[in-house]
């Protein structure tokens, strides 16, 4: 029943656009109550972005089962689960990716999404780490990067309209957090040949600001 009201409501606003389309339209489309959309989806925001909950549920239970692997290495893949649920359907996804674009209150409600990743990929990372002094910060920051560089292999994807291969896309940005972040880098040995990114933002700067400088150094824009 959540796919098929998920179907139904991104069928109506692809025909009618996102804010025409109502809660009624929808579960009149997919011959259902309001009480059966409203069990699965709390808003309309919501059914754009069916498939989250789980996979944040699936990195969490990922995390968890990592053990002492490397932990810039362990969020990477973590990350990956994500591209995974993207590229496993490369036409919704890129559709969803142009809905979203065009409706302000989407793009909010992504931006909420992506900081709960963030959060669940410096949750781990902080266990790893140490949850004070610099340990936190560390993971806070690596966790931005992460989220920033798979944001970016992601995106570039979707604006092809899903062409081409999106894990070598996202494989080369978070290629670059492991050469910043990875156990080498912090060991002080020397990082591959290739472009590196210094990042320097003001003390006490928001974590939002963060982001969007890395994802800016990245090239996103």
């Given at each position: 029943m959540r796919e098929v009201l998920a179907q139904a409501a991104f069928q109506l606003f692809l025909e009618r656009g996102f804010e025409q389309t109502t809660v009624d339209d929808i579960v009149a489309r997919a011959g259902v109550g309001r009480r059966s959309f409203f069990r699965y989806f709390p808003s309309k925001e919501d059914a754009v972005f069916p498939d989250h909950e789980r996979c944040l549920a699936d990195m969490t239970a990922f995390l968890a089962t990592v053990g002492d692997a490397e932990p810039v290495d362990a969020v990477c893949d973590a990350a990956r689960l994500?591209?995974?649920?993207?590229?496993?359907?490369?036409?919704?996804?890129?559709?969803?990716?142009?809905?979203?674009?065009?409706?302000?209150?989407?793009?909010?409600?992504?931006?909420?999404?992506?900081?709960?990743?963030?959060?669940?990929?410096?949750?781990?990372?902080?266990?790893?780490?140490?949850?004070?002094?610099?340990?936190?910060?560390?993971?806070?920051?690596?966790?931005?990067?992460?989220v920033a560089a798979h944001n970016n292999g992601l995106r570039t994807w979707l604006r092809s309209g899903g062409e081409g291969d999106a894990e070598a896309a996202v494989d080369h940005t978070l290629g670059l957090v492991r050469q910043v972040w990875g156990s080498a880098a912090a060991g002080g040995a020397p990082a591959p040949d290739g472009d590196v990114v210094v990042m320097v933002a003001a003390k006490g700067a928001p974590m939002w600001r963060v982001v969007q400088q890395i994802e800016s150094a990245l090239g996103q824009g």
């Open positions: 994500v591209l995974r649920m993207y590229s496993d359907n490369p036409e919704f996804s890129v559709q969803r990716y142009r809905l979203t674009r065009e409706v302000p209150g989407l793009r909010t409600y992504e931006l909420s999404v992506v900081r709960r990743y963030e959060q669940t990929l410096a949750g781990y990372l902080r266990d790893r780490y140490g949850a004070s002094g610099d340990g936190a910060l560390r993971a806070e920051v690596i966790a931005a990067s992460v």
